[in-house]
């Protein structure tokens, strides 16, 4: 093992205490972001999402949009889940069947699910050399790049302030062992393919996290190798990237890997979150369980793991059904690897996820060299009841995305109402994780079903987009 490889210790990056603040005048581009040291304590969350909540994670599945008349399959979904991401609905060949001629239809019936469930949506994918269209798997060059640039800017714009994470290109490397990029009709167009498509997602939906995604990089070797200096190149020259997918498709023959931990918080030391993407661990019984825990207790352990989504629900929903890979069984019942997977989000002494990086555009000219004046952020938990809110707000121009962390005091909670004044102008487009009383003005947020019951000093986050200047100062908080 290298150096590099060794920087994969495990140990949680110490989280940022202080805010920052940044403001590009000349540019109309500001960046406020705050970050909370926060302790989470052992709870009993009695859902999958519930439980990841509490030390601020969620918990997602991949949904087909021609279940989602299945009673079972909904009930599962709605009581277990906060996060979806669609299993085939967003691909290229679903949206764009024809050049430019696009269908969103399932696409919008999975996120008009989770937005009236309180769910959130992970975006998937846009630029992949599988599941294309016919006419695109047939073009190439500059034909084939202005295609694809056209299919980002279109389906990003269409879910803008929709999608919390993007795979903006899915398994772009080889898996031969030679840390090269995958031979593809993408790839011929040019070795600059990935960054053009994460600029130009950007461009098109500035609030969404922009993740790159892919399998057999779950442990570290050649091929995530390649990948981790693909991404230290990126955070290097400014391209945007936020996150890193892990797919994590496990069967006896690619295990878990023991360095799973080390290698998620190796990629995160180089400034980006990364999450569990499409999880699914064939096989059954205590041997399926505990390697469902080893997974949920690696994530846990790394500040910037924000969440775990599985791929699919009950095990007949699998695309390797065959494998039963799954945390229920064919009928909905809940397996053994379902237990273990809730024990591991209750066990408490995880790390809470860090804030969002900011996801504007890179600054192009200097900040000003004194911060504007700023609040400390609340390291311990309130001492009496009551909560905190502390704000995260993403500036660009014309538009915001504000993340708010709740944080509960020294009683739990069974809910919380956030209160703040929106500057003059200042319109919520959409609203993730709470229920605004409004959209101008003061407005009031309220928890969803899954993250109102809260732990002594435990933590959840919500979020909304708007367009015109943001909020950035203090909010209120109490709770139920
Ligand atoms: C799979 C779906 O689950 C199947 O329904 C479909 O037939 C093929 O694609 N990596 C990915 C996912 O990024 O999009 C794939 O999903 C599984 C592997």
């Not at 490889?5 to 109309?28: H, I, K, N, Q, V």
């Not at 629900?313 to 909905?332: M, Y």
Request: aromatic fraction near 8%; glycine fraction near 10%.
């Amino acid at each position: 093992m290298d150096k590099v490889l060794a920087r994969g210790s495990g140990t949680p990056t110490p989280r940022p205490r202080a805010r920052t603040a940044l403001t590009l005048a000349a540019a109309g581009v500001a960046v406020f972001a705050v970050t909370v040291a926060v302790a989470t304590s052992a709870s009993a969350g009695t859902t999958l999402g519930s439980s990841a909540a509490e030390s601020g994670r969620y918990f997602g599945a991949a949904v087909a949009a021609n279940k989602l008349s299945d009673s079972t399959y909904v009930g599962i979904l709605n009581r277990e889940f906060n996060m979806v991401t669609p299993e085939n609905e967003m691909k290229w060949d679903a949206t764009e069947p024809s050049q430019n001629q696009f269908n969103y239809t399932n696409g919008d019936r999975i996120v008009s699910h989770a937005q009236a469930n309180g769910m959130r949506v992970r975006g998937h994918a846009l630029a992949w050399h599988s599941q294309q269209p016919g006419w695109a798997q047939n073009l190439s060059g500059t034909a084939l790049r202005s295609a694809m640039t056209n299919h980002v800017t279109q389906v990003a714009t269409h879910y803008k302030g929709k999608i919390y994470a993007w795979d903006v290109v899915n398994e772009a490397f080889d898996d031969g062992g030679n840390g090269a990029r995958r031979d593809s009709n993408l790839q011929r167009t040019g070795n600059d393919w990935i960054e053009v498509a994460f600029r130009t997602a950007r461009t098109a939906d500035p609030g969404a996290k922009l993740c790159y995604n892919d399998y057999n990089t779950d442990g570290q070797n050649a091929k995530s190798n390649a990948v981790y200096a693909m991404v230290q190149d990126f955070k290097a020259r400014g391209v945007p990237i936020d996150c890193v997918g892990f797919q994590s498709h496990f069967n006896p023959n690619s295990p878990v890997p023991n360095d799973y931990q080390a290698n998620l918080q190796r990629f995160a030391n180089l400034g980006v979150d990364v999450q569990i993407t499409e999880l699914d661990i064939e096989g059954s019984g205590t041997a399926q369980a505990d390697n469902y825990s080893k997974v949920v207790k690696a994530c846990l352990a790394v500040s910037r793991c924000t969440g775990l989504t599985v791929w699919g629900i009950r095990d007949s929903d699998s695309w390797r059904a065959s494998g039963t890979p799954l945390l229920f069984d064919g009928n909905g019942n809940k397996k053994a690897a379902y237990t273990s997977t809730l024990n591991a989000l209750n066990g408490g002494g995880t790390t809470p996820p860090t804030t969002a990086p900011p996801t504007t555009t890179p600054p192009t000219t200097a900040p000003p060299t004194t911060a504007p004046p700023t609040t400390a952020p609340p390291t311990t938990p309130p001492a009496g009841g009551g909560c905190t809110a502390t704000l995260s707000l993403n500036q660009w121009q014309g538009g915001f995305v504000t993340y708010v962390t709740v944080k509960i005091g020294a009683s739990p909670a069974n809910g919380w109402t956030v209160g703040l004044t929106l500057p003059s102008g200042a319109v919520i487009t959409n609203t993730w994780s709470a229920t605004p009383s409004g959209t101008t003005g003061t407005v009031t947020f309220r928890n969803v079903d899954y993250n109102g019951q809260l732990g002594a000093g435990a933590s959840t986050e919500f979020g909304f987009q708007g367009n015109g200047v943001g909020p950035s100062g203090t909010a209120t908080c109490t709770v139920r």
